[in-house]
């Protein structure tokens, strides 16, 4: 049998009046909700500030490159997944399909939990990369003293949680409102990130080296102890305590490829909406590629004009004195890329905006990853493995109220864990995740073959190149790659790590999926209810 | 009127299993008719829309090879083996598979009602093939299996169910199930297709305040309809534009209510024990209007996977819900 492809429309079929028969979404619209949840904004805010102040000697071009194809990998792995059962819930509906089921539990678990831990981390960043740096700024530029301790005080512990805790309330509460004025309150935000890194770019773009000097030297040099020349001072200061450019290292550049990685796996989440509309391949595989790919290159782009303006020795020596505390040379707040920024405008004004772009783009993954969590514990209850309640929707908002409840004092609580202790201080759970999505495409590498039957309903499952079923390669290259990152992410102890906490996490956070489910599956037993059933196959003949 | 506590005084379990909206998927009607051994089910329940959507027309070349259609793509097989293996495909995906001649072909692309009569007589082929093979098997088991047609379905579909001889139909018919009565019907709200067994709500209502009269206790009734009670869990499908495109913001599809406001309103007065319904595939879940518990196990029918609930009734009470996918 051979498939020729054909145009759309062409079909040779008849077709009666029945119900259903929609026409595909566009696009756009798929590739409008990836790049929103790539974050560019955290990916920009994590790279420039980490990326020279810790993996000195990484090439950050390189290294946003190779965890752009990585992801690439990994999301059209979850792509093939998605296609072939097609229904909203993340990888709990596919891991539920194809492995026992305490296991697709207990990954499912995880994954939530991890994407949960992200809307934390944007709770937190919101203050830290956005509203805090730009406080500063303006109180910088303003010769606004008040300003400039509000903005330090802004960076403190309680009002980083007290701001992030407040947003993710709001969060909710824009959820349980109904998903229609989330979605445009999502595309409103949108569009004032983009708005926002255009104006950094044509800031970027207008700056020069020396005005960035100049401004540099004139309104922070006051607020450091590194000589009049504060740009060089800086440079100077921290090369007496540590620091130094050694050169291109592969080591550094993969371990600083993490945090290019971080935000990149949004590109993939539309696979927890598949169940709403049956997208066609082609349009969620321009949807995760195109997100990774113009994410990657508006991140390149702002590297580009970041060197260029301000210098990869400054950059590397300024944040590095910063998260080292090196006298003298650290600024009043973190260093990230928004006060730069600011700094190099000199207007209050284009900071406040700068800011409100990033801003907006940490925004974009706080109430979504809420979201996304809500999704599987309502597929959880629907399949008895968590209590009812949270499967309930309300009557008065139709909307699932206690899921979203739920999903939310979780992110407070990873906000508090991440904030207050050093417990969560890395961002361990990527880990955590992404090693549920790895045995997830494992599985799929193999799917194909255990479940020819479900597979071969696949709008994917004619395509064999060199007679092996495309999902066992991509799924396959999508494990490569999703060992790789895991692997990267276990050797630098900076973003995750393997140290003794690091790994209670991971292997806690595991285990504790696994007793979850043997809890509901015991209680729900003394109530004559089997949960099992929910996925066993039926037999056919 | 009986109240609630003129309930039956005998302990009664009965454990039903309510699958819908199968659209010829052979392979789903087959898991249907196995649930009941497999889940330990007292009666099966089938909801409407049993009809497929689309014939797949297998051509035949001047060159001897056959020429047919899959997921967009045009599909050339070259064997008879090739066109068995794919008309099984087809016929499990709840499509109906016909082999003819190029000319044939054209001829009825040309020509709407052959296409109609075409459809009669392969939707009527499929369901009397599914008979002839469940008819062994639930005389083994003795599992009662009721099925009620859909908007989906034509009415020519009731008596092909009708004269099955294995399967009661349900359509407009109170029927008795250990101490409880359950309604059916397969008419629904408005819809932007347009399809066979739609009417307006005052219209709904009516049909189905007309088999509340034959109704003893509508407290101790089943409500099975086909759409579902308006905005509930079970109710929320994408929203349509007018050329039936999904309605997006920032890129996130827009869900909106389809369910039927009769239906929900005569729930809401007559407070019936159950509520089975189907019609909006992306619609599973368990929702409650008062004390009705109403169900809508959702649908995956064209890949071959069978939502379904398994209810479990005691004492003429919901007991539990189980939504199942097997």
Redo the contacts between chains.
């Keep these: 049998?051979?498939?020729?492809?054909?145009e759309?429309g062409?079909?040779?079929?008849?077709?009666?009046?029945?119900?259903?028969?929609?026409?595909?979404?566009?696009n756009t619209?798929?590739?409008?909700?990836?790049i929103?949840l790539v974050s560019v904004g955290i990916g920009l805010g994590g790279l420039l500030l980490y990326g020279p102040g810790v993996y000195m000697g990484g090439d950050l071009f390189i290294a946003v490159l190779l965890a752009g194809a990585a992801m690439m990998l990994i999301g059209l792995g979850m792509l093939c997944w998605t296609v072939t059962?097609?229904?909203s819930g993340g990888i709990y509906v596919f891991a539920s399909r194809s492995l026992w089921p305490p296991l697709a539990f207990m990954l499912s678990f995880a994954e939530a939990s991890a994407w949960l831990f992200y809307s934390a981390f944007a709770a937190y960043y919101v203050t830290t990369i956005g509203i805090a740096p730009a406080v500063t700024t303006i109180g910088i530029i303003a010769h606004s003293q008040s300003l400039i301790t509000a903005g330090t005080d802004l960076a403190s512990k309680g009002w980083v949680f007290g701001i992030g805790t407040a947003l993710e309330i709001f969060g909710a509460w824009l959820l349980i409102s109904g998903?229609?004025r989330f979605?445009?309150s999502?595309?409103i935000v949108?569009a004032v990130a983009v708005v926002g890194t255009l104006i950094l770019i044509g800031a970027l773009a207008a700056s020069s080296r020396s005005s960035f000097i100049h401004t540099y030297n004139t309104l922070m040099g006051p607020h450091l102890n590194v000589g009049r020349d504060a740009y060089h001072g800086t440079i100077v200061a921290a090369s007496h305590h540590g620091w130094s450019n050694p050169g291109f290292t592969w080591s550094q550049t993969l371990k600083a490829s993490n945090w290019a990685f971080l935000p990149l796996i949004g590109a993939a989440f539309s696979i927890s909406?598949g169940?709403?509309?049956k997208q066609?391949t082609r349009g969620q595989s321009i949807?995760i590629v195109g997100a990774i790919i113009w994410s990657v290159i508006a991140w390149i782009v702002v590297f580009v004009l970041v060197y260029h303006v301000m210098g990869y020795n400054f950059l590397s020596a300024t944040t590095y004195s910063s998260l080292n505390s090196v006298p003298g040379a650290s600024t009043p707040v973190t260093p990230w890329i928004t006060l730069l920024a600011g700094i190099m405008t000199n207007s209050t004004v284009l900071t406040a905006l700068i800011a409100l772009g990033f801003i907006a783009w940490v925004w974009l993954w706080l109430p979504s990853q809420v979201a996304y969590g809500n999704r599987a514990i309502m597929a959880w209850s629907?399949?008895?493995v968590f209590p009812d309640r949270f499967?309930?929707?309300s009557?008065r908002t139709?909307t699932p109220v206690a899921a979203i409840a739920l999903a939310t004092l979780m992110a407070i609580v990873f906000l508090g864990l991440f904030t207050f202790t050093t417990y969560f201080l890395s961002v361990v759970f990527i880990e955590v995740g992404l090693a549920a999505w790895t045995i997830t495409l494992a599985a799929g590498t193999l799917f194909p073959y255990r479940r020819p039957?479900?597979y071969?309903?696949s709008?994917i499952s004619?395509v064999r190149p060199f007679g092996v079923p495309v999902m066992t390669i991509v799924c396959a290259l999508g494990t490569i790659a999703g060992v790789a990152y895991f692997l990267d992410l276990w050797f630098d102890s900076f973003a995750a790590g393997h140290s003794w906490h690091s790994l209670s996490i991971l292997l806690g956070w595991f285990a504790g999926g696994f007793v979850i489910y043997w809890i509901m599956k015991l209680y729900r037993a003394r109530?004559?209810?089997n949960v099992d059933?929910?996925?066993?196959?039926?037999?056919?003949? | 009127m009986f109240s609630s506590r003129h309930r039956r005084n005998s302990t009664s379990r009965l454990t039903l299993f309510f699958a819908t909206d199968v659209h010829g998927s052979t392979v789903c009607f087959k898991k249907f008719i196995n649930a009941a051994k497999f889940y330990g089910a007292d009666v099966l329940i089938l909801g409407g829309d049993v009809s497929g959507k689309m014939v797949v027309p297998i051509a035949r070349q001047p060159d001897g090879t056959h020429l047919s259609s899959f997921a967009g793509k045009t599909v050339r097989l070259d064997s008879d083996e090739e066109i068995a293996n794919f008309s099984r495909r087809v016929a499990d995906m709840g499509f109906y598979p016909q082999r003819m001649t190029e000319g044939e072909f054209t001829e009825l692309q040309a020509d709407p009602e052959r296409q109609h009569q075409l459809f009669r007589q392969l939707i009527t082929e499929r369901i009397e093939e599914w008979v002839q093979w469940a008819r062994p098997r639930l005389a083994e088991t003795g599992v009662k299996c009721y099925a009620a047609p859909g908007n989906d379905d034509e009415f020519f579909i009731d008596d092909v169910i009708g004269r099955s001889g294995v399967i009661e139909l349900l359509e407009m018919q109170v029927v008795e199930i250990d101490g409880l009565e359950m309604l059916s019907t397969g008419w629904s709200n408005a819809t932007p297709w347009k399809t066979e067994r739609e009417c307006s709500e005052d219209e709904l209502k009516a049909k189905i305040s007309e088999m509340l009269t034959r109704v003893r206790d509508p407290a101790l009734a089943i409500f099975n309809i086909h759409v579902p009670p308006y905005q509930t869990a079970l109710d929320q499908c994408p929203e349509l534009d007018a050329e039936l495109r999904p309605v997006h913001h920032g890129g996130n599809p827009v869900m909106t209510s389809a369910g039927s406001t009769a239906v929900r309103e005569l729930i809401e007065t007559y407070r019936p024990v159950l509520g089975l319904h189907g019609h909006i595939h992306e619609g599973r879940g368990v929702a409650h209007i008062g004390p009705t518990v109403c169900v809508n196990p959702g649908s995956n029918y064209s890949e071959g996977v069978l939502n379904g609930s398994l209810i479990r009734l005691e004492d003429g009470r919901v007991a539990d819900v189980q939504l199942t996918q097997g």
């Design positions: 049998m051979s498939t020729i492809p054909g759309a062409s079909e040779r079929v008849f077709l009666r009046k029945a119900s259903g028969l929609i026409k595909s979404a566009s619209d798929v590739f409008i909700f990836d929103g059962i097609p229904r998903m229609r979605f445009l999502q595309k949108f909406i169940g709403e509309i066609v949807g629907l399949d008895r499967g309930r929707v009557e139709h039957d479900l071969e309903k709008p004619g109530h004559g209810v059933l929910a996925f066993k196959d039926i037999p056919v003949e």
